[in-house]
């Protein structure tokens, strides 16, 4: 049986799931970039560097630039990418917003957050305390006559629920005012649909229990 090691390590988490394995260099950049823009410190820090890097009329940063950038600055590199190459942090920033290599800092920050989610859902799932857990949220909406459950309706209870929030979007009393803020802003919505697409789903799908936990479990199992 694979180790929860080798399990983490086959965590996927790109737009389309089972097309691609995340690395623990991404889960780890993941992580600690959610950790980072939750705290007042780290938002400000990444916002600056994230604004110093715009050139374009339309404000928005090339996976080049942050690449290139970040690896010049060894300070930042160790802490947010370990001992990624200019091209590895490249590419994990391209993983922020379903492949696209130019964002804005509210793409920026969506991307950074969903794909958190996405990592920590698959975690969850991956156990049988986690798997009790959301098999529990997810009994507790409305379903259609054949038992299946809509993607927004499971996502407007997670917007009402604020220790799911504060469980896998990193929304909870300590997070900064600027993080609060982005959510008061209407991007949770924005996050929650994204961690639907980063797990293979539409948020208009109607789906069964099994149906999400089985396309979930992939990320956690390799499969």
């Known amino acids: 049986a694979a180790s929860n090691a080798q399990l ?3 965590l996927a988490a790109t737009t389309s799931v089972p097309a691609s394995r995340i690395t623990p260099a991404v889960k780890e950049f993941a992580v600690r970039l959610k950790s980072a823009l939750s705290t007042e410190d780290g938002w400000q820090e990444l916002q600056h560097l994230f604004k110093s890097l715009r050139a374009s009329l339309d404000e928005a940063v090339s996976s080049e630039e942050w690449g290139q950038m970040v690896y010049q600055n060894e300070e930042l590199c160790l802490k947010y990418f370990g001992n990624s190459t200019p091209d590895e942090i490249a590419e ?3 993983r922020l917003e379903e492949g696209k290599t130019r964002l804005d800092w509210s793409e920026f920050v969506d991307g950074a957050i969903s794909l958190s989610a996405t990592v ?7 156990t049988v305390e986690g798997e009790a857990e959301l098999r529990s949220i ?4 409305e379903t259609e006559d054949d ?3 809509c993607l927004l309706d499971w996502g407007a209870f997670i917007v009402r629920d604020r220790d799911v929030l504060a469980r896998f979007f990193g929304l909870d009393a300590d ?3 600027r993080f609060q803020a982005f959510f008061m ?3 949770v919505d924005t996050w929650i649909i994204k961690t639907f697409h980063r797990l293979g789903f539409n948020e208009e799908d109607l789906v069964t229990w099994e149906d999400f936990r089985v ?3 992939g990320l956690a199992t390799g499969d």
């Not at 920590?120 to 991956?126: D, F, H, I, K, N």
């Not at 997810?138 to 909406?141: E, G, L, N, V, Y």
């Open 215 to 217: 396309g979930s479990c």
């Open 120 to 126: 920590t859902l698959a975690e969850a799932l991956s």
């Open 92 to 94: 994990q920033f391209t």
């Open 175 to 177: 997070a900064s005012s």
């Open 8 to 10: 983490a390590a086959e």
């Open 147 to 149: 038992g299946r459950v």
């Open 185 to 187: 802003a209407g991007r």
């Open 138 to 141: 997810f009994d507790t909406i």
